[in-house]
């Protein structure tokens, strides 16, 4: 099943800083999710001025509650980068 994931960080003065203290980790993350084939898609959310202000990512795991468990470990969660986070299952379209 895909879920596309939508992900937006803190808004706080230290949320940057949080972000990039954890990206490589959270990007290591993303390369072994490529590896199982779970990680299909994803990259940085920007606002107008071209800053990051979350992430998106469709990821693909057999079952719900294989997507939360990755979710819940990524670093970006438990590192308090992402505060407002939106799933839903994603049907890519074949055209």
């Known amino acids: 099943m ?6 937006y960080d803190y808004t706080d003065e230290q949320a940057l800083e949080r972000r990039m203290s954890v990206r490589e980790r959270h990007l290591e993350g993303a390369k072994i999710l490529k590896a199982g084939g779970n990680f299909v898609m994803g990259g940085a959310l920007l606002n107008p001025e071209g800053k ?3 992430s998106m990512m469709v990821v693909d795991f057999n079952t719900e509650s294989q997507m939360n468990e990755w979710l819940q470990n990524d670093p970006y969660v438990t590192g308090k980068v992402w505060e407002k986070i939106d799933v839903k299952p994603f049907r890519k379209a074949d055209v």
């Open 2 to 7: 895909l879920y596309v994931v939508h992900a």
């Open 52 to 54: 990051m202000m979350g």
